[in-house]
């Protein structure tokens, strides 16, 4: 009530989108934190903003290339046809090359970003960011820690013997998951933690022997039950005696793929008839968003944690962060950062850059690594005072840095939509390495082809697959026990037969089951999936609403509360308070 009235009395201000025309507001507190940390309000819309970042970023498009310095056949994710040199992570960390090689001075007759360009189309870029001296047997990963035996992983700090994640930390004998931190002999979780051998479940902590679950708690032997809390031996929220639910889950796992979509629908149709929190999220004070735990005003922001003072943000799931706007990707000890996008690990003062890590007091640069006082560097190492990757000595830098900003001011950079960039600006979509669909924008704000054209991205059409696809979904045998190693040699087709569909999950139309999956889909009784691992990945992402924040009251009988939620207007979901939520749930 307070904090709504302080902020009436202040002024907001409204401003039209340079990119998508729309009208956008700043808020008195933005003013603040641009005032704060010394740069212009934003040209464009907040949205925009992070589609523009996100373009930057690409986790899971692979390619197969050579290492133009060693020459090896590699996976990258970089395709063979880009400008600059893509080196194996053996050669890019070695001693080989120096990034001041590449130093030049900086050209008062050209803008900014004009020179900035032709410097990142000259750097080395390495091929997947992997911890590659920790990284055993498992080529096709990127954006990973240390990893064991694991195929298609990504944005996974440590996992053994997985495939198909997205986004998870200390996993082993897990498939198909997607953001889920410490899980063992699991399948197809979504945003789950502490789960040990459960399956298809999503919004879990602490659980044991689930299927089909949703919202549990300290659960155990629990199937197609939703929002309960140290429970045992139900399904369908319903209490059962150990024997009868053993019986009943014998019933239920046949290990048939026609009898999992039913219970899959079931399932669905179940949950709906019971509440939701209106955010998803625990332990904030003055919050809005979806995903967030453990922060303090935060507002607009998506999957934070332990975030503070943090606006129009996502994907920190590594804490802490402080006084952050326009930050996607990935916090662990950040502060004072502004659009930059996958950056972390000790940073702080980091303005419209990428890649930072243990790094601070950074401008306009391209994964500065434990560098401070930069400004349109790209992959500099352990330096200080550099401007185009050229070293100046402190006395000139700050002097220099001063020079230029004025001078992208009065000389800016213009693309072909006519849009300026001047000093407090993200880089323009053209500087990005990747086309908007190799990239995580395309999970957080789909776009077709025509769409992405019209805002200046680049657009990758999907290759031209030359697979000889040797087992059609149809003829994949419905029960697990009728699979036999043969399935190994199989080249599957992907179940997934819209043109749109398949364009916006970025599907790779065919499949092949790896040997470790085989073993675990015969051990769990699980049958064969009928999509690539793109499209199932992208199945799970429609559990998380859109980034949209809606005005909604309290759906509880008489309650009259209100609050900003994902959940639009127009959605099936019951909606509850905080309040009547824990009422009916904890
Ligand atoms: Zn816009
Ligand atoms: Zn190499
Ligand atoms: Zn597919
Ligand atoms: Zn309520």
Redesign the pocket.
């Known amino acids: 009530m307070g904090q709504d009235q302080k902020l009436e009395s202040k002024k907001l201000e409204k401003r039209v ?6 009208e ?1 507001t700043i808020e008195p507190e933005n003013f603040e934190f641009y005032e704060k940390i010394k740069v212009p309000a934003p040209t ?6 992070g589609q523009r970042r996100m373009n930057f970023n690409n986790v899971s498009s692979l390619y197969k290339r050579k290492c133009d310095s060693c020459g090896e056949n590699i996976i990258a994710v970089y395709p063979e046809e880009v400008e600059f040199p893509v080196y194996c992570p053996k050669c890019w960390w070695s001693d080989k090359w120096d990034a001041s090689d590449y130093a030049r001075d900086y050209d008062l007759n050209k803008p900014f970003f004009e020179q900035l360009r032709e410097l990142k189309n000259e750097v080395p870029r390495v091929s997947l960011e992997v911890d590659y001296q920790r990284n055993i047997n498992s080529p096709y990963a990127n954006l990973c820690g240390p990893l064991k035996n694991c195929y298609l992983t990504f944005l996974t700090d440590t996992a053994e013997d997985c495939a198909y994640i997205f986004s998870g930390d200390n996993l082993k004998d897990c498939f198909d998951c997607t953001n889920v931190a410490s899980a063992e002999n699991s399948y197809g979780l979504f945003y789950s933690a502490k789960m040990y051998h459960s399956f298809f479940s999503r919004e879990c902590e602490n659980c044991l022997n689930v299927y089909f679950c949703k919202n549990l708690k300290n659960c155990q032997n629990c199937f197609g039950c939703v929002n309960l809390r140290n429970k045992s031996y139900c399904i369908f929220n319903k209490q059962y005696s150990k024997e009868d639910y053993q019986k009943q889950l014998q019933e239920l796992l046949t290990g048939s793929h026609q009898a999992q979509e039913t219970i899959k629908q079931k399932v669905e149709e179940f949950f709906l008839r019971f509440p939701n929190k209106y955010i998803h999220g625990e332990s904030n004070l003055n919050v809005s968003g979806d995903y967030i735990y453990h922060c303090k005003n935060t507002h607009n922001s998506y999957g934070i944690i332990e975030g503070e003072n943090v606006k129009y943000c996502k994907m920190l799931e590594m804490g802490p962060t402080k006084d952050c706007y326009d930050y996607d990707s990935w916090g662990q000890k950040a502060e004072k950062v502004y659009e930059a996008v996958h950056c972390g690990d000790g940073i702080n003062n980091i303005k419209f850059s990428n890649g930072a890590w243990q790094s601070y007091n950074v401008e306009y640069s391209d994964n500065p690594l434990f560098s401070h006082d930069i400004f349109g560097c790209v992959f500099t190492n352990k330096k200080s005072y550099c401007i185009l990757n050229k070293q100046y000595s402190k006395g000139e830098y700050f002097p220099m840095v001063e020079k230029i900003k004025k001078h992208m001011n009065e000389m800016p950079y213009i693309d072909k939509q006519d849009r300026v960039y001047k000093y407090g600006e993200f880089f323009p979509p053209e500087l990005s390495p990747f086309a908007y669909n190799e990239t995580i924008a395309q999970e957080y704000f789909p776009l077709t082809k025509e769409e992405a054209k019209k805002k200046g991205y680049r657009w990758k059409e999907r290759e031209k697959r030359n697979y000889n696809i040797t087992l059609k979904t149809e003829d994949i045998p419905d029960n697990i026990k009728d699979v036999d190693n043969s399935i190994l040699k199989e080249v599957i087709e992907c179940a997934t037969n819209s043109e749109e569909e398949k364009a916006k999950n970025n599907c790779s139309e065919a499949f092949k089951i790896i040997p470790q999956e085989l073993e675990f889909y015969k051990k769990m009784n699980l049958p064969l999936p009928r999509y690539c691992p793109n499209c199932r990945h992208h199945q799970r992402l429609k559990n998380r609403n859109p980034l949209k924040l809606y005005k909604r009251t309290c759906m509880k009988e008489g309650c009259n509360n209100t609050f900003e939620t994902t959940y639009a207007p127009n959605r099936p979901e019951i909606v509850y308070c905080e309040e009547c939520y824990n009422r009916e749930v904890n």
């Open positions: 989108c340079q990119n998508c025309q729309k956008f464009w819309c907040p949205e925009c903003r």
